[in-house]
T-cell receptor, first 114, second 112 residues
Framework: DTEVTQTPKHLVMGMTNKKSLKCEQH?????MYWYKQKAKKPPELMFV???????INESVPSRFSPECPNSSLLNLHLHALQPEDSALYLC?????????????FGPGTRLTVL | TQLLEQSPQFLSIQEGENLTVYCNSS?????LQWYRQEPGEGPVLLVT?????EVKKLKRLTFQFGDARKDSSLHITAAQPGDTGLYLC????????????FGSGTRLQVQP
């Protein structure tokens, strides 16, 4: 089983709302990732968690707040977003985050900020 | 600066034609992964190559990792409309930031 699940599939929110994106994997992977993808562009890395600790933050604005409650779950808390934050948000996981690890992606959450 | 350059950026071909997509870099990668992505969906892994000179085949798709592990290619034989999508290469490095570096993507359209 190489499945990564993400909820919700679609999310529409106003600039004053607070919402959360959820990601789950049951492959025993110890590294999990958040990516942001704009239309017709490759995914851009936002955060990496390794063994439930934040190991990479790609200078993401503080209105995005990641959380890794346990090794299977990854959340992205959203607050006071801007319309330009509208994008496809992808979660991925890999064995340990090593250079030869394969990353498996979820289906994504399509976020629209009004 | 794009660490991984993909070419071509866009390709429109007729069903039955062959094509090759290239992924090039001046840097050495420990692994190279190829994904295919459809609009609004997450990238789906096609293959991972880790050994210089490695060739892997997946039905009509042939993947090659360069001897120096700086480049890779994806060759599709007898393309079908179902092959339409965004093809992404992504490299893993064991120095510096240990996260995947994505290429710019190749958008393939196969006309019936």
């Amino acid at each position: 089983d190489t499945e990564v699940t993400q909820t919700p599939k679609h999310l529409v929110m106003g600039m004053t709302n607070k919402k959360s994106l959820k990601c789950e994997q049951h492959m025993g992977h110890r590294a999990m990732y958040w990516y942001k993808q704009k239309a017709k562009k490759p995914p851009e890395l936002m955060f990496v968690y390794s063994y439930e600790k934040l190991s990479i933050n790609e200078s993401v604005p503080s209105r995005f707040s990641p959380e890794c409650p346990n090794s299977s779950l990854l959340n992205l808390h959203l607050h006071a977003l801007q319309p330009e934050d509208s994008a496809l948000y992808l979660c991925a996981s890999s064995q340990e985050g090593g250079p030869t690890d394969t990353q498996y992606f979820g289906p994504g959450t399509r976020l629209t900020v009004l | 600066t794009q660490l991984l350059e993909q070419s071509p950026q866009f390709l429109s071909i007729q069903e039955g034609e062959n094509l090759t997509v290239y992924c090039n870099s001046s840097s050495v990668f420990s692994s190279l992964q190829w994904y295919r992505q459809e609009p609004g969906e997450g990238p789906v892994l096609l293959v991972t190559v880790v050994t210089g000179g490695e060739v892997k085949k997946l039905k009509r798709l042939t993947f090659q990792f360069g001897d120096a592990r700086k480049d890779s290619s994806l060759h599709i034989t007898a393309a079908q409309p179902g092959d339409t999508g965004l093809y992404l290469c992504a490299g893993g490095r064991d120095t510096g930031r240990r996260a995947l570096t994505f290429g710019s993507g190749t958008r393939l359209q196969v006309q019936p």
